[in-house]
């Protein structure tokens, strides 16, 4: 595809002002104008004219031919570097082989439309307007606490840094980030303008932080729900008593109604993730035996055993 100079259109320098751009448009366009022009290629001058009007009128798409610029040497085909249809946000452009020198539907060439994609959907005032491509979301994975999501607040974040071409530079930038109450796995968080740009130097787009939660000892999540495993010691159990249990909003003290079981349920009301409405602890009780380490619990063991006709596999063995 040939490359098309829209400095050497308007009879311009690449470092001219931005105020010479309009200048040279309406000098060259009263002069190529098809209603009044006599020059005999007044119309396709014209419409050079206006493409490259388009182009260089707008400081981002400016700076984005400026980069392209680099790439080629007049007279050559035009050859995009690797990155650049990544750069472009992976928009699909093409840039084959061969010479394509045609105007694209809207009146502009092919090469405006690889570029810049599309053309524009009419004229106004002298210049082009286009329906401007929205420039891509980009998703990051932001791991997170689950009391993070309990409570909510804030934390500093660091990404990696994007360059005006679209690409990391290697360097990482710092963000003050808001953590919603509530935010499950999956969820995102829209940071407005931190993504990266459809095309080099052009606006950016928004950033996703898609949440996933740290691994947690204590808790497993099951929706809004927190469920965890909560050890007892037989006396405990048997005789019951106040116990202290941890939850995502700090410790609480749970009552143990005597004659407890291992596998036994219980729930805190409203202590799970907040939402509509909020999630609830649910507790499973887990007997856990200490061990006879010494002749004073061996014998308290002993002594159990001989007062206590508590039989463990009664069920089994009247049911051979």
Request: glycine share 12%; charged share 25%.
């Amino acid at each position: 595809m040939e490359y098309h100079d829209y400095y050497k259109t308007l009879e311009l320098k690449r470092d001219d002002p931005q105020d010479e751009v309009k200048k040279q448009y309406r000098r060259l366009a009263r002069k190529y104008h098809p209603d009044v022009s006599k020059e005999p290629n007044a119309e396709q001058r014209f419409k050079e004219i206006a493409e490259a009007y388009e182009v260089l009128k707008d400081p981002e798409k400016r700076r984005s031919y400026d980069q392209l610029g680099a790439n080629w040497k007049a007279g050559q085909e035009f050859r995009p570097p690797p990155d650049w249809e990544q750069a472009f946000g992976g928009r699909g452009a093409h840039f084959g082989g061969g010479n394509f020198n045609g105007a694209g539907a809207g009146g502009f060439s092919d090469f405006f439309e690889s570029v810049f994609g599309g053309n524009p959907q009419n004229m106004r005032g002298g210049g082009f307007h286009r329906q401007p491509q929205p420039p891509p979301s980009q998703t990051l994975k932001i791991t997170i606490q689950l009391q993070e999501s309990y409570q909510g607040g804030r934390r500093t974040i660091q990404i990696p840094k994007i360059a005006a071409n679209g690409q990391a530079t290697g360097e990482r930038k710092k963000l003050d980030i808001r953590i919603p109450k509530g935010i499950q796995t999956g969820q995102k968080i829209r940071l407005a303008g931190q993504g990266r740009s459809a095309m080099p130097g052009g606006p950016q787009g928004d950033l996703l932080l898609e949440v996933q939660f740290e691994t947690d000892s204590r808790f497993e999540l099951e929706g809004h729900n927190i469920r965890m495993t909560l050890p007892i010691a037989p006396w405990e159990a048997a005789l019951g008593g106040r116990v202290t249990v941890p939850t995502l909003g700090g410790n609480v003290e749970l009552k143990i109604a005597a004659g407890s079981q291992s596998g036994q349920k219980m729930r805190l009301k409203g202590r799970g993730l907040p939402g509509k409405p909020n999630g609830d602890q649910f507790i499973t009780l887990q007997i856990q035996t200490p061990p006879a380490e010494n002749e004073t619990l061996k014998q308290i063991y002993q002594t159990l055993q001989q007062e206590s006709h508590f039989n463990p596999r009664s069920d089994f063995e009247s049911n051979p």
